[in-house]
């Protein structure tokens, strides 16, 4: 039944020719969030349906089985037509599942907000290893000869010629028979990022601030695990303090209170200095805020962090701005004004859940 | 006699005494080749209608994805799968247990049965697995020669039509060719039935108005000549299945009565009794809101059997509807607790509205009539000398989904290369749908083209 795998590839074609082209859609939506798996995406598709004359469902009528009497409710669903077998193959909206290889998915990103691939910093990005003695090639050392294959070579060459007898089972290697143990190289890339992603938690973000969050924080890991290999997700939020906490509560956390920038910014440095240094990791700080911050005294202190301290030792510093009906949105300007020219600072504003393709362009447009 | 060289001894023995005892019991299975497939592969099997030698299409695959992900997850679960073919090919799946495995030969020689003496698929060609290989052949030669693209878009392009059928012409022609044929051979001019059915099949009466809008096009539309052979593949496939849409009730009921009955009648080991139950009630249980073809079908045919009417008779004269016709009646209703259901305007839900005999029985017929398609005309080719075709929808109360009518016929419009019409309604109200191939524009006249 191979043939039918075919039939399947080129579904998947098309599936997948569907995804590119509505990709924005889903550049938007939280339905891809929680359908992640270590090297998949679920992606629900509605079926790709063939139109056909056929009848609607006129407000669901049919023939059922079972008891009741009139006017009692049916229970089960007959959203499906099946009046009695006439619907048959038109059965209703169906959704389908397709698995998507995130590299994949990052890939069909980057062709869509036509991103640049990460140019890795430093020299350092190639060292090979020793590689392993697993390819067998048929030339090579005496010493490094692989006795098992040989001799199966020789053993066969020996009976196709006819001169095998079980007897008396002489077996002769000859030169061609031969076979040698080969060292593969395996160059291993050393391409290590960390993505920290730092909520403003304060009372003043809501669910649909955060749902922007989340969906940009979801593309922007997966465009960034695409390129490198070994990718690490630091989530800190922060109101007047700030703290490292898990995936889960990145998200669904709702603090309240005043919002101190600062506090971040210091825990970042600190873990900058401590655990991700820049020598080993690329470091790609991403800062989701509604713009408002306690005081300017703090916002300076702010600016005096990013000038000083984290710009040089990151890859990029990305500041997202999202806008909310509290916030004054007051700290995109100051970073603007007081950090004029750093080319390693991106800040973007998001409106809605429109903005976030043209933001998530802004953050890896540069391919830093 | 059955084949059965692939199954195991025991199975072997058991598919030998369960055919004994059906051939005893006055089925005529014909001959029937079992094989063993694995789950996976059946599904593969079912995307492909069961010919396993189907043309490349990812409507297979994207049918295939969906069973496959119901197997995968425990949802859904083929037990076996039977073409109508001479022999009827059997697949089993190696998953069945032994007793699933008894009662589903059981039931596929019910089927094979059906399919060998049911009027309706009289015309059907019983070689068709060689006709969907060649199928197969011409269509990857299409691609070879045109590219997937061209090949795969006019596919689509003409799938979209293919339920646009007369279902009663199959039959109609083949009586003719008989009659024919006995003519022929009176007056001793030597034309074999063979050929004079060939002839029939392949000339169409290429005017309207008629239902065979397939036939119609394949003659007359304006395509290339792989074109015009692939749409006469997809009529012809499309007319092979139309039977199986008309007596799927019948069928599947006369498959479940017999390996009931075959089953219960001693092929049963004492230990099997309850797992088959559970089977078999499984397969024919009822849910409130939807009808199970098994369950409608094995209760028509007991009734008959109550009644004392000739079972083999009802199985060879009737399709669906007529069956339904002939045995539904109040005792029918009352026992097997029909009703209609429908929404309530006010509350919007939904729930039973009718219990009458005559109300579920009309309801019934009307979903079971046509092959349970909308009847659609082909009534006029040069509209007002312009060459556009025009379809009329017989309304009888139920409503095209409108949407998807209006995209078919686009599609309509772009094969016939000119602008295309149907009349409709819309409950009580008359829609035009026009469509010159690009746009579609609904409205309660025909739109004309500015110019």
């Known amino acids: 039944m191979h043939r039918i795998e ?144 040989t001799f199966k070579n020789a053993l066969r060459r020996t009976i196709a010629e006819g001169v095998f007898d079980p007897r008396q089972p002489e077996v002769i290697p000859m030169p061609e028979d031969e076979r040698f143990r080969w060292k593969k190289r395996a160059p291993k890339p050393d391409s290590s990022a960390v993505i920290f992603h730092v909520m403003d938690v304060s009372g003043s973000m809501g669910r649909e601030q955060k749902d922007v969050v989340r969906i940009k924080a979801f593309w922007i890991d997966t465009w960034l695990r695409s390129q490198y290999q070994n990718l690490e997700v630091v989530y800190i939020v922060h109101d007047a303090v700030a703290k490292i906490v898990d995936q889960q509560s990145f998200f669904s956390l709702r603090e309240s209170g005043g919002t101190k920038i600062s506090s971040a910014y210091e825990l970042l440095l600190q873990l900058v200095r401590d655990k991700y240094r820049p020598e080993d990791w690329n470091l790609y700080p991403f800062h989701y805020s509604d713009g408002d911050n306690w005081s300017a005294r703090d916002t300076e202190r702010c600016v005096a962090i990013l000038r000083d301290e984290l710009l040089p030792r990151v890859n990029q510093f990305c500041y997202g701005q999202v806008k909310s009906a509290y916030g004054s949105g007051q700290f995109k300007k100051d970073l603007d004004t007081g950090l004029e020219g750093e080319e390693k600072l991106v800040t973007v504003s998001v409106n809605d859940r429109d903005g976030i393709a043209d933001a998530i362009r802004s953050f890896l447009g540069k391919g830093r | 006699m059955t084949t059965r060289a692939q199954l195991s001894p025991m199975l072997r023995h058991e598919a030998t005494r369960i055919e004994r005892i059906a051939r005893a019991a006055g089925l005529d299975p014909g001959d029937v080749a079992f094989e063993m497939v694995d789950a996976r592969d059946v599904n593969a099997l079912a995307a492909y209608g069961g010919f396993p030698v189907r043309y490349p299409s990812w409507r297979f695959g994207m049918d295939f994805e969906r069973l ?22 059997a697949w089993l799946v190696r998953t069945n247990s032994d007793m699933e495995q008894k009662l589903v030969m059981a039931h596929v020689l019910g089927h094979a049965d059906f399919f060998r003496h049911n009027v309706w698929f009289q015309p059907t060609d019983k070689r068709m697995l060689d006709r969907m290989a060649d199928h197969g052949t011409r269509i990857r030669r299409a691609i070879d020669l045109h590219g997937q693209d061209a090949v795969e878009a006019f596919l689509d392009q003409v799938l979209v039509l293919d339920n646009l059928l007369d279902p009663f012409l199959p039959l109609r022609e083949h009586m003719k060719v008989r009659a024919e044929t006995a003519r022929e051979v009176a007056t001793a001019s030597g034309a074999s039935f063979e050929s004079v059915r060939e002839r029939a099949l392949t000339s169409t009466s290429g005017r309207p108005p008629t239902f065979d809008v397939l036939g119609f096009l394949a003659e007359r539309a304006p395509l290339v000549e792989w074109q015009r052979e692939l749409l006469r593949i997809v009529r012809a496939e499309a007319y092979y299945f139309l039977p199986q849409r008309m007596t799927k009730i019948m069928n599947e009921g006369w498959a479940s009565f017999w390996h009931s009955r075959i089953l219960t009648g001693g092929v049963l080991d004492a230990s099997e009794v309850v797992e088959f139950a559970d089977c078999h009630s499984g397969a024919t249980a009822t849910s409130p809101g939807q009808l199970n073809p098994y369950k409608l079908g094995i209760e028509m045919f007991r009734t008959a059997e109550r009644r004392g009417l000739d079972l083999f008779r009802l199985r060879r004269v009737h399709n669906d509807a007529s069956f339904v016709d002939e045995m539904v009646d109040d005792d029918f209703v009352a026992r097997n607790a029909l009703f209609l259901f429908g929404q309530n305007g006010r509350t919007g839900r939904t729930e039973v509205t009718d219990r009458e005999t005559k109300a579920v029985k009309d309801r019934l017929l009307q979903d079971l009539s046509w092959g349970g398609l909308p009847q659609i005309e082909l009534v006029d080719d040069d509209r007002e000398g312009r060459g556009e075709l025009v379809l009329r929808h017989h309304h009888d109360g139920r409503d095209l989904q409108l949407s998807h009518a209006a995209e078919t016929l686009k599609s309509l419009a772009r094969l016939w290369g000119s602008s295309v019409h149907i009349e409709t309604r819309e409950e009580t109200n008359v829609r035009w749908i026009s469509s010159d191939g690009s746009e579609v524009r609904t409205g309660e006249h025909p739109y004309e083209r500015a110019g």
């Open chain 2, 68 to 89: 496959d992900k119901g197997r995968q997850y425990g949802l859904s679960r083929i037990y076996e799968l039977v073409i109508n073919t001479d022999p009827a090919y």
């Open chain 1, 6 to 149: 075919r039939d399947r590839a080129r579904f998947r074609e098309i599936v997948r020719g569907r995804l590119r082209a509505d990709l924005r859609k889903y550049l938007s939506t939280s339905e891809l969030l929680g359908r992640r798996g270590e090297h998949t995406v679920t992606i629900p598709i509605p079926q790709i349906e063939l139109p056909r004359f056929h009848f609607g469902d006129n407000g669901k009528s049919g023939v059922g089985q079972g008891p009741g009497e009139k006017g009692q409710p049916v229970e089960g669903d007959p959203k499906d037509g099946e009046g009695a077998g006439g619907a048959g193959e038109e059965a209703g909206q169906h959704v389908l599942e397709v698995d998507v290889e995130l590299e994949e998915l990052a890939q069909m990103l980057g062709q869509e907000l036509e991103l640049p691939c990460i140019e890795p910093r430093g020299d350092k990005a190639l060292i090979a290893d020793g590689g392993r003695y697993s390819g067998v090639r048929d030339t090579g050392p005496k010493s490094l000869r692989h006795f098992r294959r």
